[in-house]
């Protein structure tokens, strides 16, 4: 039936499928793999780019409309090759409107004539090249030439560079007259006030005069600013939101431990068309000053409050345009008279929140939860890592009323078993082999296994308890079937649990099973035949987890990029073999301490896997 759509319904159909999907979709017939090759879905991609992809690389540029471009390990002998490249091919470049250059060794010399294999771009991140900025040289030869290069340039990631300096911030603002997005997080911000900098050289260090003199004479333009771990003063961020004309969106001062309460309320007096407020981790403010905020910017849609008290965070729910709040880690300033706040300021307020944050929250109760739970029925992302008074019975409300509910992180929220999963209100009896309930209650989780799995105890205990009969049902993830992220690392549950909990919502794509003592390869099986779809994997120390159920994960779940395996002691060689058949995009792998993995198998696998960028390998059998 679906071979007789038009391709026009087909493309229409494929335009919500992420590039990873449409690469499956391409494959299952000729109609679908012509819509799937339709101009109009093979744009807006972002190409990333590794040192020994050449051939890929061409190829990528000849078939898709690439607006992106990241590099990955680059020193200037692979980006002569780019440039070769965009010599051969007259396209590429042309329409590219984001390059990064984060964490690469190209140094001063070689960035300009990279630039001019991408002539139009809005975007460039150059955070973490300290190598382009140690000689205090950049742009000083070839200004006319980034004027024409950098005409369009809106934003600028200049951020961990220990070495960016006044005179190399001044050029760049000259070659860029239009930059509304600036990042300068993690630089040497110096205050020229201090005694000993106030006839610093400006070609060795940056100074916070600068940086406002810059802000200054582009305030027109200027829309976003990130501060974030800078020994920026109250008096520097009063004087940069007091600059006229200036009329931020997004402000991060995240760890800017030199601000006070007095910061905030000039933050508040002369921004306030602010949409983003990050003040996570500095411990000087107050309730007092996040009140402020609360009170006069109407407009706010994300505040990162990280570590602050929960008496504060009580008044910020008043916020009705919010829909990103992050209050993580708030217990380290908990008020003694916490256990009287019970959440009812929550009612009615701030109801289009989508994302909340509590991590590490060790106050947070039932009642609190229960609150939450109600008040924002359109929340999308919720994380609740180590809420240690979390129960079972948190979980129904949980799973029943926040349809929408994409991300959900319950990790170490100890006191949640199998009965909080599956929201049975009876305590689950397990049999005495495998984790599983005895026959004569359990319901089938697992379905037929292909008739080419070896028939190892493992496999033959699986399918038995396909066997077993159904008397039971539980509703489980069944109310979300928009989940795609679940994290149940460090609970107490069992093979049981995780098969009904994985069987009930098999379009998972993140998964953490981290700490997880009790889960078997059973557990393996059940997400190798029920999350297709699977790209994250975290199996971090599940010490009963074997060959059998890595091996039929991998070659289950092809698209898995991102795979941790640390402390898997029973595991071998054998899922490294089974990586090289089945994990073409495979990007991220650790295995350490993994002591029947051996360090020639490491090296073949990344001989083999080109993208794998990233191998954990401490410890292994022969190290």
């Known amino acids: 039936m679906a071979e007789l759509l038009p391709p026009e319904i087909l493309t229409e159909i494929f335009k919500f499928l992420p590039l990873s999907d449409l690469r499956d979709v391409a494959c299952v017939c000729r109609s679908w793999n012509e819509a799937c090759t339709d101009p109009l879905l093979l744009q807006d991609v972002t190409l990333r780019l590794t040192v020994s992809r050449d051939q890929s690389t061409q190829r990528a540029l000849e078939r898709f409309k690439v607006t992106s471009v990241q590099f990955d390990g680059f020193t200037d002998s692979d980006i002569s090759t780019v440039v070769k490249l965009r010599e051969a091919t007259c396209d590429f470049g042309t329409v590219v409107q984001t390059l990064s250059l984060r964490s690469n060794g190209v140094t001063t010399s070689h960035l300009v004539p990279l630039l001019k294999c991408f002539p139009g771009l809005k975007s460039l991140d150059l955070s973490s090249s300290n190598g382009l900025f140690y000689t205090g040289t950049l742009l000083k030869s070839d200004l006319t030439v980034c004027k024409k290069l950098l005409a369009n340039l809106e934003e600028l990631n200049l951020s961990c560079n220990r070495h960016l300096s006044d005179a190399i911030l001044d050029r760049f603002f000259e070659v860029a ?50 501060l974030s771990y800078t ?31 007095d910061t905030l309320l000039s933050i508040s007096r002369y921004q306030p068309t602010l949409e983003t ?31 602050l008290t929960p008496k504060t965070v009580a008044k910020n729910f008043k916020l009705t345009k919010l829909k990103k709040l992050d209050i993580s880690e708030s217990s380290a300033s908990m008020p003694h008279n916490i256990a009287s706040f019970d ?96 026959s004569d209650q359990c319901s089938c989780f697992v379905g037929k296994t292909d008739d080419d799995v ?18 039971v049902t539980w509703p489980g993830f069944k109310s979300l079937p928009k989940l795609r ?10 093979d049981f649990g995780l098969g009904h909990t994985i069987r009930s919502n098999n379009c998972i794509k993140h998964l953490d099973l981290s700490l997880c003592a009790k889960l078997t390869d059973i557990s393996m099986l059940v997400v190798g035949r029920y999350c297709a779809c699977l790209e994250t994997l975290y199996l971090n120390r599940c010490r009963k ?16 990029s991102r795979l941790s395996l640390s402390g898997l002691g029973k595991i071998t060689d054998r899922s490294i073999e089974a990586m090289m058949k089945h994990s073409g995009y495979l990007r991220f792998l650790d295995v350490s301490c993994c002591l029947g993995i051996s360090l020639a198998a490491i090296e073949l696998l990344q001989s083999r896997i080109v993208c794998l960028d990233v191998i954990q390998a401490n410890f292994v059998g022969d190290t």
């Open 177 to 226: 007259p239009r930059i509304s997005k600036l990042s300068l997080a993690s630089c040497a911000l110096v205050d020229s006030t201090v005694s000993g900098w106030g006839n610093g050289d400006r070609g060795s260090v940056l100074t916070c005069d600068s940086v406002l003199t810059n802000i200054t004479s582009r305030s027109h333009y200027i829309t976003s600013i990130d």
């Open 231 to 261: 020994k920026v003063t109250h008096k520097v961020v009063s004087s940069l939101v007091k600059i006229k004309g200036l009329k931020l969106r997004d402000l991060k001062l995240k760890a800017c431990v030199n601000i006070t309460d």
């Open 277 to 307: 407020v990050n003040v996570a981790h500095c411990f000087t403010l107050t309730t007092i000053s996040i009140s402020t905020i609360v009170e006069k910017l109407n407009n706010l849609e994300r505040l990162d409050l990280c570590r």
């Open 343 to 438: 959440g009812t300021i929550l009612t009615g307020c701030c109801s289009c929140l989508v994302e909340l944050n509590l991590d590490f929250c060790t106050w947070v109760t039932e009642e609190f939860l229960l609150k939450i739970v109600d008040s924002f029925p359109a929340l999308r992302v919720l994380t609740l890592q180590s809420c240690l008074q979390l129960k079972n019975s948190c979980m129904p409300s949980i799973l029943t009323k926040l349809p929408h509910l994409d991300t959900l992180d319950i990790g170490w929220c100890t006191k949640i078993t199998d009965q909080g999963l599956l929201m049975d209100t009876e305590p689950i009896l397990l049999g005495p082999e495998m984790n599983v309930p005895g």
């Open 454 to 471: 070896q028939l190892d105890p493992i496999t033959l205990s699986f399918r038995r308890v396909e066997q077993c009969p159904v008397t």
């Open 485 to 494: 992220s679940l994290h149940l690392n460090a609970l107490s549950i069992t």
């Open 545 to 560: 987890v074997t060959d059998v159920g890595t091996v039929y994960v991998i070659e289950h779940c092809p698209r898995i």
